[in-house]
Each structure stands twice: as structure tokens, then as C-alpha cells.
């Protein structure tokens, strides 16, 4: 049996991988791969708290998630296919047009 | 299995129905209607606004908790409801002009438009943490198509990524925050998280969980020190769209604030009273010093309404009766002004002229003098001068935090208020004082200017007689 604290340290440890991917890295593909893996470990919470505390809501919960997450990575694809043909490329720092 | 759903349910729900029934047929008509005669699609949509705006009004005083308790119909959420049918209205009225002029695609405006508001309304009725963070996506994810909605231009696309980026991430940090709070509490309904808690159990994972909670929330709200995003986004969207985003997702998003952090974080108070001290504080500072040196209108706004979501943030830390209705009747005069603002924006739009510099204000009392007169007032109205509706919004707000003994939040705020009147000021020197360099040609259909004028004469007309308008939201405020 696997104590729930492993899942919930994995997840933890995936998360913060996903916000330094999104803070760190330059290419918007994985950022938003980033931003994946910040969901995702939230999924692994929500799936392991609903198996120990015996209730469903966890579950339907990953279901939204899941469901918004593809929502939002097909809205995400979409502005970087509209950003690179305004500006042929994807690479964030290069994304500087307004600043004060 | 019994699967038939209660007819309450479907009551309960009927203006969120209406609205999302009316997004897809817009879409629909779209198709139907020739290019260059998209005129009645704006007609439908608001005959669908004021439809749900109906069916809102029936269910007023009423109390109703459907599905699963997921989702609450009160006089709070009929409030802002009622509110939102006023931006997406007077938007509505205000855009039409622009979007022809742009090329922005009419059909899909309004839809999402339209979109956007059924989410805004799950917002405010959700009374679980899932309902919450659906109607904050539906919003979310739409709103990134919208800021990006000028395909071809790179300053829009750009904020539209910018938005998607930064505004996932603290959906994510958001969605986090959830997760542990479920695991703590092993509930997603917010009454019973908040039974759960009590009077503040010390729980570091549920600490944790309310922290990342109030700083998801906080992005949403564009609050300091999570507001970076906002004047990128505001300043590349197109101008109608900047108008609603800076007024009606805010809205929600502090009915949401309010009502997670009173109903299911009410004992953990002490906590969260802290941080969000800190963050109105902070977030009234950046508003007012960093919108003095802005030379374009639309980021000078941006800032501004920054700094007018940690005005409204006093009202969230004072947290009492008087606390919340400040909040709700601030949300609704910050909203108007600030729409009539933009619509004067809108209407300097023409072939030649972006006008959106400050500069492209220069003389505008000379060559149209009554479009300088409606900018002068909705400026008085957001530094908060009297005779205006700005005035008596923040001294609700101040009045809250002296009453429940925040004397020093008071002072700041009053402070910084102080300063960010001259950068409001400095728009009127600018139109007033300065030489014209262009004879503004303004694009002023009937629509848009209805819109001006309601704006105007709820600005003053509240200003002059705040009762009415104060009494309703007396009647609306949370009850526990």
C-alpha cells in the first residue's frame, strides 16, 4: 500500500516543476507543456485524496479538469499559430511589442 | 437510476440557459446573414440579454439551491447578474462602429461576448468549488480569444497569448489550491468547508491551499503584486474588449472572492485578513504611481483599473455586512465610469487616428466640446471628486474600513487616492488646456451614443442620489 503522502509529494514535486517550466523556459510549446504539467499534478492530488477519503468528488472533479484543460491547450495552440504567422516566431522573450 | 432533473433546477438555471441558447444561435445567424449586414445580430443578442435579464428579475428575492448544492440562485448573485446585463448592454451598444472600422468579426464578437457571460453567471451562483473554477474557465478561455480577436495584428495577438499564458498558470495555481483544500476538508461545497473549518483550525495544508486559492483569485482581479499582465493585455486588445475585460470579469471574479472567503474561509479570517491587507495596499500604490508616467490612454486606464480592484479589496479585508456592500455598489460604479471612459476611447477610433495616446486627446474641448465634457465627468468620477457617483463609491468603502476600526487602510487608501487623481486630472489639462494637432473626426453611432449618455446620467444621477441604488444592494448582500 502506498501511503498518500507519496502522491501527494509527487504531485508537489510536479507542479513545481510546471511553474519553473513556465517561468524559465523561452518557447511558448513548452510553456504550455508547463502549464500541462501544472494540471496534471493537481489531477494526481484530486484522484489520490478522493481513493483516501473514499469520495467520489475528486474524481468527477478531474473530469472538468481534464475536459477544461484540452479546451485550453486547443485555445492556447491556436494564439501561437496566430502569433507566428503575425511574427514568425515562438519565442517569448522576443514577444516584447508593449512595455512602459 | 433516477436521472430526470427537477424542474427548480431548471429554473434556477434558466438564465444561464437563455444567454448560452442565445451565444449559439448568434452563431448561427451569422451564417445566415450577408457580409456588411450584420446589424441585427447585435439587436438579437441584447433581445437575449434582456430576455435573461427577465427571467433574472422573476427570480429576485429568491433563494434557490440546485443541483447538488452546486449552484445557488440569490439576491447576491441576482445583483451581480443584473450588473452584468448592464456592461454586456452598454458594450454591446458601444462596439459596433469599432468592430466594423477593425475588421473584427462581428458574428464571433457577439458570441463570445455572450459566452462570456454565461460564465460570469456560473461565477456568481457557484456555490461549490467546481461550479467556481468552470465559470472561471469558460470566462477565461474565451476572454484569451477575445484579446487576440484582431488576427492580424501583432499587438493583439500578442496580448492574447499573454493573457492565455499568465491567466492559466493562475488557474492552475488556482486549481492547486482546491486540491488541497479537498483534501483537507474532503469537500468541494464551500458551506461545508467552511463548517468544516470552524473558527480556523491549524492546518498548514489548508493554509497552504487558502494562499494559493487567494493568489489565483488575486491574478484574476489584476491585484498587486499578480497584475502584470493586465496592462500588456489591456493596452493590445481591441478597445471594446479592453472596455468589457477591465470591468465585468473583475466583477465576478470579487463576487467569487466574497463569497469563497466569507462562506468557506469565514473562520480562517485571521489568515487571509493579512494577505489581503498587503495586496490592497500594494495593488492601490501600483495603480496610482505607475499610471502617472503612462503616455498611452489605454494603459494609463489599465493602471487605473488596477488601482480601483484595491480599492475594492478594502472592502473584502473589512469583511462585515458593511464591507461587502461597499464592494458590490463600488463594482457597479467602477464599472459604468469606467465604460463610459472607454466608449469616448471608441469613439476617437477613426481611419487615421488609433486614439488611444493621451496626446491624441490634445484640444478636444475645442474641436468637440461636449465629447471632452462626458470625458471630463467620467474622469472626476474615477479619481473620485464630487459631485460624481466615484465620490460616494469610495467613501462607502472608506466608511466600511473605519467602522470595523481599519483606520490605517482607510488613510492609505485616501492617500493614494490623492494621488492618482492627478493623472485623471492630467487627461482634462490635456483636452482643456492644450492646442488641437488633428480636427478629431468622431465615429459616433446612435448606439454608442445612448451608451454615453446613460453613462453619464447614472454617473451624476448616482452621485447626486446614491439611495436607490444603495438600498438594492443593502437588500442583495450576503447572509449567513
Redesign the interface.
Known amino acids: 500500500m502506498i501511503p498518500l503522502s507519496s502522491y ?1 509529494i509527487l ?1 508537489a514535486v510536479l ?1 513545481f516543476i ?2 519553473v517550466g ?1 517561468l524559465m523556459r523561452r518557447s ?1 510549446i513548452v ?1 504550455l507543456l508547463s ?1 500541462e504539467l ?2 496534471n ?2 489531477n494526481i ?2 484522484v ?2 478522493s481513493h483516501y ?1 473514499e ?1 467520489i ?2 474524481q ?2 478531474v473530469f ?2 481534464l475536459t ?1 484543460a484540452a ?2 491547450v486547443a ?2 495552440l ?3 499559430i ?2 507566428y ?3 514568425q516566431t515562438v519565442n ?1 522573450e522576443e ?1 516584447d ?4 | 437510476m433516477n436521472m430526470t432533473i427537477p424542474m427548480d433546477n431548471v429554473i434556477a438555471l434558466l438564465p444561464e440557459m437563455i444567454i448560452a441558447a442565445f451565444a449559439c444561435l448568434v452563431l448561427m445567424f451569422d451564417l445566415m446573414l450577408p457580409q456588411g449586414r450584420k446589424n441585427p445580430l447585435a439587436w438579437f443578442s441584447l433581445a437575449g440579454v434582456a430576455l435573461a435579464a427577465f427571467a433574472t428579475f422573476r427570480l429576485t428575492h429568491q433563494h434557490i439551491s440546485a443541483f447538488a448544492d452546486t449552484f445557488q440562485v440569490d439576491p447576491f448573485s441576482n445583483f451581480f447578474k443584473l450588473l452584468f446585463y448592464l456592461i454586456v448592454a452598454l458594450v454591446i451598444l458601444m462596439s459596433r462602429a469599432y468592430l466594423q472600422q477593425d475588421r473584427i468579426h462581428i458574428g464571433e464578437y457577439y458570441h463570445f461576448i455572450l459566452l462570456v457571460l454565461t460564465g460570469m453567471m456560473i461565477m456568481v451562483s457557484a456555490t461549490d ?2 461550479t467556481v ?2 465559470g472561471l ?1 469558460l470566462v477565461s ?1 474565451t476572454l ?2 477575445m484579446a ?1 480577436m484582431k ?5 493583439s ?6 493573457y ?2 499568465l491567466g ?2 493562475s ?3 488556482l ?2 489550491g ?3 483544500i ?2 483537507v476538508t ?3 461545497n464551500l458551506a461545508a468547508i467552511g463548517a468544516f473549518l470552524g473558527d480556523g483550525v491549524p492546518n498548514s495544508a489548508a493554509t497552504v491551499g487558502l494562499i494559493m486559492m487567494v493568489v489565483g483569485l488575486a491574478f484574476k482581479v489584476a491585484a498587486a503584486p499578480f497584475h502584470m499582465w493586465a ?2 493585455v489591456y ?2 486588445s481591441p478597445t471594446p474588449i479592453t472596455a468589457f475585460m477591465s470591468v465585468a470579469p473583475k466583477a465576478a471574479a470579487f463576487a467569487v472572492i466574497l463569497r469563497v472567503m466569507l462562506e468557506a474561509f469565514g473562520g480562517m479570517k485571521s489568515d487571509w485578513e493579512a494577505i489581503f491587507t498587503v495586496i490592497a495596499v500594494l495593488t492601490m500604490a501600483v495603480g496610482a504611481v ?1 499610471a502617472l ?2 503616455t498611452s490612454l489605454k ?1 494609463m486606464l489599465a493602471y487605473s483599473s488596477i488601482g480601483h480592484a484595491g480599492y475594492a479589496l478594502i472592502g473584502v479585508v473589512v469583511g462585515d455586512a458593511l464591507g461587502t456592500f461597499s464592494v458590490m455598489y463600488y463594482l457597479v460604479i467602477y464599472a459604468v465610469m469606467n465604460l463610459g471612459a472607454f466608449a469616448i476611447i471608441i469613439m476617437l477610433r477613426n481611419q487615421g487616428l488609433m486614439g488611444e495616446e493621451l496626446d491624441d486627446l490634445k484640444g478636444l474641448s475645442r474641436t468637440h466640446p461636449w465629447a471632452a465634457l462626458f470625458m471630463l465627468v467620467f474622469m472626476f468620477s474615477l479619481a473620485g471628486i464630487p459631485p460624481t457617483a466615484g465620490f460616494i463609491a469610495k467613501f462607502y468603502i472608506f466608511m466600511a474600513a473605519i467602522n470595523a476600526g481599519y483606520i490605517l487602510l482607510a488613510i492609505a487608501g485616501a492617500l493614494l487616492a490623492a494621488v492618482s487623481a492627478y493623472y485623471y486630472i492630467r487627461v482634462i489639462v490635456v483636452m482643456y488646456m492644450q492646442e488641437p494637432e488633428t480636427d478629431h473626426v468622431l465615429t459616433a453611432p446612435a448606439g454608442l451614443r445612448l451608451a454615453l449618455v446613460f453613462s453619464l446620467l447614472f454617473v451624476i444621477g448616482l452621485g447626486v442620489f446614491p439611495d436607490p441604488l444603495a438600498d438594492f444592494a443593502q437588500q442583495a448582500i450576503l447572509s449567513f
Do not use: H
Not at chain 2, 151 to 155: A, D, I, L, N
Open positions: 501527494v504531485s507542479f510546471g511553474v513556465v511558448i510553456v502549464i501544472m494540471l499534478a493537481v492530488n484530486f489520490a485524496f477519503l469520495s468528488t475528486g468527477v472533479f472538468f479538469t477544461v479546451a485550453e485555445v492556447g491556436a494564439l501561437l496566430a502569433i504567422r503575425n511574427r517569448v514577444l511589442m508593449m512595455k512602459w | 468549488l467546481m473554477y468552470m474557465e478561455v484569451y480569444i487576440a488576427r492580424y495584428e501583432s499587438r495577438t500578442e496580448a492574447g497569448l499573454k492565455f499564458v492559466s498558470f488557474s492552475a495555481v486549481l492547486y482546491m486540491s488541497l479537498y483534501g474532503g469537500t468541494t496592462p500588456d493596452e493590445g505607475l508616467v503612462q494603459r
